[in-house]
């Protein structure tokens, strides 16, 4: 039993920091909005032509097996429609779900993602791995104190 707390105690660290990767690189907490009132630019996107590759701006169908659409996400029930649009910059980009359901609610799902973000994901990573790092070591030492 002490064994299984031990392994816990020691991954709890890197799992939080993994947690806080996904969030910070890929929105794994970011939740769908209803919008109420919808604006045109945000309607017409569902009837521009569908460009993969384009840039700045590039449009395609949703991928429904991406992490927007995770449990976590609250994503919009009976999907009928969707469109992703990401708007490229210089250090990152905007990612902009659209999505209608059976009733013909418009759905948003929005997330920047930048560089900064990403290396702040990894940063907080690299501290979980060192704080289980540092108990495994607190642990070993009281081990080898016992010992003697």
Request: net charge positive; charged share 20%; proline share 4%.
């Amino acid at each position: 039993m002490k064994k299984i707390s031990l392994v816990s105690f020691v991954a709890l660290p890197i799992v939080i920091s993994l947690l806080f990767l996904l969030n910070l690189s890929s929105g794994l907490f970011v939740p769908w909005t209803r919008v109420i009132t919808p604006t045109e630019r945000l309607t017409n996107y569902f009837n521009v032509q569908k460009d993969p590759d384009g840039y700045p701006e590039a449009i395609q169908e949703c991928n429904t097996k991406e992490i927007e659409f995770s449990i976590l996400a609250n994503k919009p029930k009976n999907i009928q429609s969707c469109v992703q649009i990401i708007d490229y910059a210089i250090d990152g980009a905007e990612h902009l779900i659209l999505a209608k359901d059976g009733q013909g609610s418009l759905w948003k799902w929005e997330f920047v993602s930048s560089v900064t973000s990403d290396m702040l994901g990894y940063f907080i990573l690299f501290l979980g791995v060192l704080c289980s790092g540092v108990i495994i070591l607190v642990v070993s030492l009281k081990k080898r104190k016992k010992t003697k």
